[in-house]
């Protein structure tokens, strides 16, 4: 059958040159052969190449239901990679099946405190990402439950199971002497983890932007973010979750990032009030701004955090609104991974656009004071 259809697309020349065009696809070279270092364990690619063939890895990805975790999924499985989706609630995972061909994606459960549950995930893989993170405390699980405990909780999994590459996703401004709980918790996070693995690596990401995140839909939405804390005079550098997601995957393969940290923040530094400027512009709307003293902010975020349903802010979100990126000075960053990353500008009216109104939504993107006439927008120079 193969060199009755080798044949066919070789242009029916002979069967000799479909013998050879079976026997071209087929052939092994060195450099379809993989080892890591760590553990020896080897991997053999099969196919041409991309998402209908396997490179031989398999990756596990904790914290795959969230913001970063599809497009971290969707990028490993692009290139064969097999890929176990740990997940918590099956509709969360759901949309992950189709990031990878048929019988490449494994959606498998697992609860952080269930070290059998753990194991289970874990030890068929080379390498195990754990992007597990929680910006507010539930009643169920703390900052330390979740970042400290169930990190190390991972990594003594992988450790178990002899896994030979962890990758933990903390956080830019993770200190252990840092005002943020978030933070400080993470910082341990890193601890821990080092103390089991001390060959893992770590990447911390400032603030991500993306189709889904928890930023610029806020601030387009006008939910939650109209007040601004600390009078929009807060500095980040906010990243494109997808610039992330690309170092997550160029370090599947790239043993030299073991033990290293990386930090991995957007290539221009802007005050909060700067991206609601640009928000602004983009949408072609006023936002309602209402600056808010932070000791209001932070009581007011208290008193909502008592309140017997979970809520999305709380006072050490506050805290962290108020806290200025800063990156360590000298640390491994984009440039080291040869990777560019995206200027919010360039495209943030990919993201912002579907905040506008219908009489403006096609219009281009271009700065400077506006208003709207019978339905049609003006630049006023
Ligand atoms: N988004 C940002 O701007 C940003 C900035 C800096 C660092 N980070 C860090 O980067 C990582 C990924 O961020 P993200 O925005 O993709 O986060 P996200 O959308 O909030 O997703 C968090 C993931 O962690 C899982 N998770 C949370 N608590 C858990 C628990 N107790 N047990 C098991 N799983 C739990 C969630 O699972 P469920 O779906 O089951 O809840 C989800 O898959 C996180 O570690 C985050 O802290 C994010």
Redesign the pocket.
């Known amino acids: 059958m193969l060199a009755t259809a080798a044949w066919k697309q070789a242009g029916r020349r002979s069967l000799t040159d479909a013998a050879k065009a079976v026997t071209a696809t087929q052939t092994r070279a060195m450099h379809d052969l993989t080892m890591r270092k760590k553990t020896g364990q080897t991997m053999v690619k099969y196919g041409r190449g991309g998402r209908s063939s396997t490179n031989g890895h398999i990756a596990t990805v904790?914290?795959?239901?969230?913001?970063?975790?599809r497009y971290v999924v969707s990028k490993l499985a692009k290139q064969g990679t097999q890929v176990v989706v740990?997940?918590?609630?099956p509709d969360?995972?759901r949309h992950l099946k189709v990031t990878g061909d048929l019988g490449q994606i494994t959606p498998l459960e697992?609860?952080?405190r269930n070290k059998d549950q753990l194991m289970e995930c874990v030890r068929h893989s080379d390498i195990v990402y754990?992007?597990?993170?929680?910006?507010y405390e539930?009643k169920?699980?703390t900052f330390e439950?979740?970042?400290v405990d169930?990190s190390r909780a991972l990594a003594e999994a992988c450790a178990e199971a002899d896994v030979a590459r962890f990758v933990q996703?903390?956080?830019?401004n993770a200190s252990e002497d840092s005002t943020s709980k978030?933070l400080r918790t993470?910082a341990l996070g890193e601890k821990a983890v080092r103390e089991v693995l001390p060959d893992a690596t770590i990447?911390?990401?400032?603030?991500?932007?993306g189709h889904?995140?928890?930023?610029l839909n806020r601030i387009g939405a006008g939910d939650g973010w109209q007040y601004w804390i600390n009078e929009g005079q807060t500095k980040i550098r906010?990243?494109a979750?997808t610039d992330?997601a690309q170092a997550l995957e160029v370090m599947l393969t790239a043993e030299s990032t073991m033990g290293k940290t990386y930090e991995l923040y957007g290539p221009k530094e802007y005050k909060i009030s700067d991206i609601y400027e640009l928000a602004r512009e983009i949408i072609l709307k006023p936002l309602p701004i209402r600056p808010l003293p932070t000791s209001v902010a932070r009581l007011g975020a208290t008193l909502l955090d008592k309140l017997p349903y979970n809520q999305m802010i709380s006072p050490d979100l506050i805290e962290r609104m108020t806290l200025d990126d800063k990156p360590t000075p000298g640390a491994l960053t984009f440039a080291d991974l040869y990777i560019e990353p995206t200027v919010l500008e360039a495209v943030a009216i990919q993201f912002l656009r579907r905040f506008r109104s219908n009489a403006v939504f096609d219009l281009p993107f271009e700065k400077g004071e506006g208003k709207i006439e019978k339905g049609v927008y003006h630049i006023i120079d």
């Open positions: 904790f914290g795959c239901t969230g913001f970063l975790g740990a997940y918590r609630d969360e995972a697992f609860d952080l754990n992007l597990i993170g929680r910006d539930t169920n699980f439950n979740v970042h169930g996703v903390s956080a830019l978030f993470k990447v911390r990401p400032g603030t991500m932007w889904e995140d928890r930023f906010p990243v979750a992330v």
